[in-house]
Every structure is written in C-alpha cells, then in structure tokens.
C-alpha cells in the first residue's frame, strides 16, 4: 500500500520530451521542473502538483491504490487543458512500478505505459511510452529524472 512513499516531498525534476510523437522522432527537448508530493489516505494515496517554469503550465497526478485489487490507479490532469485523463493501472514488484492503460492520441488509440524505476536509491525516474499496436512495440516520449529540493 505504501509504494508511493519514497516520492513524498519536494524534487527538482529535469525532463526530457520528445519532440513529435508516433513519428519516429529523435528530437528531444529538455526543461525543468519542481515537484511536490503529499501522501493521503495513510500511504493509499497521494497527490503531486509539478510546475514546468518554462512551459508556463502545471500537471497533477492523484494516485490511488485499490486494497481489494491490490493495485495502483493514476491519474493525470495538466494545466494547458484541465481535463483529468483516463488512469494507468499497475503495481510495484522488486522496486520497478509497471502502470498501463488505455487513451488517444490526436485521435489514434493507444497504450500508455508509466514506469517508475530507481525508486529505492533517491534519484526515482518517471518514464512514459506509447504504443499504437496494442502494446506491441512501444515509443517512449517523455522521462522524468527526480532529485530531493
């Protein structure tokens, strides 16, 4: 239940963002960012409000974790749109989070793959991917390297 707790607190993040996605791209782009994470419902959950200060925008993500499943749900909501979109769901297993799910793209369906790694050495990484052939293959767009503030 408490997989989240190595995040909670503040972080300075640099992310890396591919440039144009499902194009075979290779042009990354890299900003900063800084973090801060709360834990809720006693380890169950938790928020994060991230500021991109040069993007001028802000995203959340709320975690949540399903007792009975025994699984994570999270769900993310950025500053450009407002809108929270459909969750990734997955667990941890030897200190490696795997969360997937379903969404679209500029109106191509996809998977979405959120993996959390390093998260026992206090230099976590946030990865994203997505794929366009059920889960085939996969293109990952955007990493996310945290360090404590």
């Given at each position: 239940?408490?997989?989240?707790?190595?995040?909670?607190?503040?972080?300075?993040?640099?992310?890396?963002?591919?440039?144009?996605?499902?194009?075979?791209?290779?042009?990354?782009?890299?900003?900063?960012?800084?973090?801060?994470?709360?834990?809720?419902?006693?380890?169950?959950?938790?928020?994060?409000?991230?500021?991109?200060?040069?993007?001028?925008?802000h995203g959340c993500t709320l975690r949540l974790f399903d007792v009975e499943r025994e699984e994570w749900s999270l769900y993310w909501a950025s500053s450009r749109d407002g809108l929270l979109q459909p969750p990734v769901t997955g667990a941890f297993k030897d200190g490696r989070g795997d969360f997937y799910g379903d969404d679209t793209y500029e109106g191509t369906p996809i998977k979405v793959h959120y993996a959390w790694t390093g998260t026992t050495t206090g230099s976590p990484r946030w990865e994203q991917a997505f794929s366009t052939d059920g889960g085939r293959t996969w293109e990952s767009n955007w990493v996310m390297e945290f360090a404590r503030a």
């Open positions: 239940m408490n997989d989240f707790d190595f995040f909670i607190g503040s972080w300075t993040v640099t992310n890396r963002r591919l440039g144009t996605l499902l194009a075979g791209s290779d042009d990354w782009t890299e900003f900063p960012g800084t973090s801060t994470c709360w834990s809720l419902f006693e380890g169950r959950g938790n928020v994060d409000e991230i500021t991109f200060p040069t993007l001028g925008s």
